[in-house]
């Protein structure tokens, strides 16, 4: 017959096992993993809908994986931790996904969210953005809209997508720098993983 330890050993075992087989769903749902086949053509609505999916398959895999000490890391007193860093990424995805619902964009609360939560929201906000513009004719459209005024889509390219792309490139240094680097079997030059 088990003892109580026992019991409590394999229920742990078990637990653990059945959240590692938990968290490897998840990932798989997750979008960007990869990169889909491209258009046959080019439009301006293809062409910002591969961007922002670029972005997205660069983050995918520049935040994947983070241990709570990854988290906490960061180069120096003064500079972003990786959290911080996922944050603000998370801040302009907001952005980039109100911009192609052509909603307003205003300071909200944000809800505490753990890391897993940050990074599928992150990542669910830029498939979102992608879908919508990608499906539409007019870029014209999707304008940046803030209470002080509203930005054509011209400043949406040259300031949250390219500043998400910035901080993502930051991510990938601060996690080498703290000594968990992206996989090498992401090709980010055709947007693939060997497996």
């Known amino acids: 017959m088990l003892s109580n330890n026992d019991l409590r050993s394999g229920l742990v075992v078990v637990l653990l096992l059945g959240n590692g087989f938990t968290m490897r769903a998840q990932e798989s749902d997750l979008p960007f993993r990869e990169l889909s086949d491209y258009p046959e053509s080019y439009s301006e609505t293809a062409l910002v809908a591969r961007l922002i999916e670029s972005l997205g398959f660069r983050y995918y895999w520049a935040s994947e994986g983070f241990s709570k000490a990854d988290l906490a890391f960061k180069l120096s007193d003064d500079s972003r931790s990786i959290e911080a860093t996922l944050d603000h990424i998370y801040d302009l ?98 947007g693939t993983v060997r497996e």
């Open 93 to 190: 995805s907001i952005i980039i996904r109100n911009s192609a619902e052509k909603l307003m964009n205003k300071p909200t609360e944000r809800p505490e969210m753990t890391y897993e939560e940050l990074r599928s929201a992150t990542l669910m906000n830029l498939k979102v953005a992608m879908q919508i513009i990608g499906t539409s004719d007019k870029m014209e459209e999707f304008e940046i809209q803030f209470s002080s005024g509203s930005y054509p889509f011209w400043n949406q390219i040259n300031g949250p997508v390219a500043d998400a792309i910035w901080h993502c490139g930051q991510l990938a240094t601060l996690r080498r720098a703290s000594g968990n680097p992206i996989s090498p079997k992401v090709n980010h030059f055709v």
